[in-house]
């Protein structure tokens, strides 16, 4: 334990001195994580009890409708607060330690160097007044990694491993002289400048083109497969996710859904909600033609007690309203926050 | 190239404004009824006299005549002498009046104004950008929103308001500082410091309370956003993260905060200096404007123009300077 557990560990060490890579402890655990946002005098809870964990090299996936409560459970691993948010109860376990416990000053060791950030919109991600090259080498020495000329040599080295083309020229730019491709690569190089053990992408290709997003894929995937790091993946795009993730996890109204790992959710989604995600993902082949496309849109100012998708979901019965849906595994690692899930299953069988 | 042709259009628009300044001024004065002579002279002067003295001024002559003798001196540098102002050494000489020059006028008049506006700044900026930055960073504690209440207090009362009320304080009742600031009179720097507090004082306090709630407002916005979280999220120190991210892109509304202040002070100062019978180029304004003499007028004028014109110009530069998407296009 002494010694591996400040450094990050490539994949497959994390077994050294301790459990099993993935049937020992994970890397993250959250439970029954609740976070509230100040609504005028009132505090609203945006995320609640959601509770999931990330192993060790694992890649997890975090799908959901603008508005669910992705980013917010996102921030919650650098136990961050946005203005106006609070965490109303709940655990956020990193490596053994329960982060949400911990003081602003006492998590700047673990933000960027054990836990690092790739934000949703590269245009507004780095600061406008500081070169790009500076902004990764204030980060390394932040973290003492290295200083001077060699955080330099470094930066250039990661703006080249990030395919930032003459990557010793772009160091020396503003940001608003970069394309926004560039300036996501120029974030991801931040992001792994420290090795971090966990990479947390929020929606990381969402503001950018078609093309550019497919290649920044191609980067994450190589860069994930190279350090056999763990990441959590925000996205409400389901096609990125199964591209990219180990497991996926679905979010609606701010609670878990359902969870399961990529291809049994793809193959077999049980949450009617998950069904009409996946529907709605456009595909060449239309094996999924017959399944209800998602009506309507989240209202989160007209949720009722029970189930929050009650009110759009085509499957909705009276107690839907009134019964609050707990995760409940109904198949090894599948769990499914639905008590009409084995009926619709038996329903899509024949 | 763009910025240096920006910077050329800036400086030819300054120029055609300073003119059109001029041109309103004289007419504006014009139309006021009366002239120096009658002024200067009084009711009871003899029509002999007046007519003497307007021949002695030019003052029969048209009016564009009179404007276009003026401008073109002005321009070389040739700002004319005062119509009612003499020379105090030829007071015996008996071949007529030769007046002071506008120049000698204004100079130590111009030198005690911005001696003013210079003390108001030097306590103006640091106390602005401090409050500014510690009501914004500590926006949920209790000491710093009573600090924005008083300073939208300083917002709300009018300068001269809070003149008066410092000199009945201060001045009257306390005797800390003289009523008067007959800086000209002063025997030692530290007696013209003792005299300029009062106003100096006043002219910041005036100021302090705009730009605090503009270095609030901007600073706000930026520690809210995107970078700043990003930066905190990187793991750097809070202090790094306020001084290297939040504040230089926070500046450019502070700035201009600042030359709307500067601008203020053009008319400002004026006031203040009247509570105060602070002799810079405010009173002056007001003592020629009093006796119709022109030629000091438009001077004191073109000069509080300028400053106004000037600082819009080197807000815009010192703008791009900050900002590196103006500065390389």
Redesign the interface.
């Known amino acids: 334990m002494a010694a591996g557990t400040m450094t990050p560990a490539p994949a497959g060490d994390a077994a050294t001195g301790g459990p099993a890579a993935n049937g020992g402890e994970p890397l993250v655990r959250v439970d029954d994580l609740t976070v509230d946002y100040r609504n005028d005098d009132q505090w609203v809870s945006v995320v609640k009890d959601v509770s999931f964990s990330i192993g060790r090299g694992e890649t997890l996936g975090l799908a959901g409708e603008s508005g669910c409560g992705k980013t917010t459970t996102a921030?919650a691993m650098?136990g961050?607060n946005?203005?106006g948010s609070r965490v109303a109860g709940g655990r956020v376990t990193f490596d053994g330690r329960d982060l949400l416990g911990l003081s602003?000053r006492q998590?700047?060791?673990?933000?960027?160097?054990r836990i690092?950030?790739v934000?949703q919109?590269p245009a507004?991600?780095?600061?406008?007044?500081?070169k790009v090259g500076r902004q990764v080498v204030?980060?390394l020495e932040?973290?003492g990694v290295s200083s001077g000329g060699d955080a330099m040599d470094r930066t250039v080295e990661l703006f080249g491993q990030v395919g930032l083309p003459e990557p010793a020229e772009i160091a020396r730019r503003?940001p608003?002289?970069l394309s926004g491709g560039q300036q996501q690569r120029v974030?991801i190089a931040?992001a792994i400048a420290c090795r971090p053990d966990l990479i947390v992408l929020d929606e990381p290709t969402t503001a950018l083109d078609v093309t550019t997003q497919a290649r920044l894929l191609d980067l994450l995937t190589h860069i994930k497969d190279e350090s056999g790091m763990s990441a959590l993946y925000v996205s409400h795009n389901l096609g990125v996710l199964e591209q990219i993730c180990d497991r996926v996890a679905v979010m609606y109204a701010g609670e878990l859904i359902e969870i399961a790992p990529t291809a049994e959710l793809f193959n077999r989604p049980r949450h009617p909600y998950t069904r009409g995600l996946i529907a709605a993902v456009p595909r060449v082949e239309a094996e999924h033609a017959g399944t209800e496309k998602l009506r309507g849109l989240l209202r989160r100012d007209d949720l009722p007690d029970g189930c929050g998708f009650a009110p759009r979901c085509p499957y909705s019965r009276p107690q839907c309203f009134t019964d609050p849906q707990r995760l409940d595994e109904i198949e090894p690692s599948h769990e499914v926050a639905c008590w009409r899930a084995p009926d619709l299953e038996a329903e899509a069988a024949p | 190239m763009h910025f240096v042709r920006v910077t050329g259009q800036r400086t030819a628009l300054a120029v055609v404004a300073l003119f059109a300044v001029s041109l309103i001024t004289f007419w504006a004065v014009e139309l006021l009824p009366g002239d120096a002579a009658t002024r200067m002279l009084g009711r009871e002067a003899t029509p002999e006299r007046v007519a003497s003295f307007r021949e002695q001024m030019n003052l029969n002559a048209p009016a564009v005549e009179r404007y276009t003798t003026w401008i073109t001196g002005f321009v070389q540098g040739d700002w004319g002498e005062s119509l009612v102002q003499a020379r105090p050494k030829t007071e015996g000489a008996p071949a007529g009046r030769i007046n002071r020059s506008v120049t000698d006028i204004i100079a130590p008049r111009l030198t005690n104004t911005l001696e003013l506006a210079a003390f108001a700044l030097v306590m103006y900026v640091p106390l602005s950008l401090a409050i500014g930055i510690v009501t914004a960073v500590y926006r949920d504690r209790t000491f710093a929103a009573g600090l924005s209440t008083l300073v939208i207090l300083g917002c709300a009362v009018p300068d001269f308001v809070i003149a008066i009320f410092l000199l009945v304080i201060f001045a009257v009742a306390l005797e800390w500082f003289p009523p008067l600031s007959l800086v000209d009179q002063a025997e030692s720097f530290g007696a013209q410091l003792r005299m300029m507090t009062l106003p100096a004082v006043t002219l910041t306090a005036a100021m302090t309370g705009f730009a605090v709630r503009q270095m609030q407002a901007s600073l706000l916005s930026v520690l809210?956003?995107?970078?700043?979280?990003?930066?905190?999220?990187?793991?750097?120190?809070?202090r790094?993260v306020l001084l290297?991210?939040a504040l230089?892109?926070a500046l450019g509304p502070a700035l201009r905060a600042t030359v709307i202040n500067v601008v203020w002070l053009v008319g400002g100062v004026v006031l203040v200096e009247v509570v105060f019978t602070y002799p810079g180029i405010g009173l002056l304004l007001l003592d020629a404007l009093r006796l119709l003499d022109t030629p000091v007028i438009l001077a004191s004028t073109m000069i509080l123009a300028s400053v106004y014109v000037l600082c819009n110009l080197g807000a815009d530069l010192v703008a791009a300077a900050?900002?590196?998407?103006l500065r390389?296009g």
């Open positions: 921030l650098f961050y946005k203005a602003d998590m700047q060791p673990i933000r960027g160097a690092s950030l934000p919109n507004s991600t780095l600061t406008p007044s500081m204030e980060t932040g973290h503003y608003h002289q974030v931040i | 809210n956003s995107d970078y700043v979280q990003f930066a905190t999220l990187k793991g750097l120190p809070r790094r290297l991210h230089p892109n900050l900002n590196p998407r390389t």
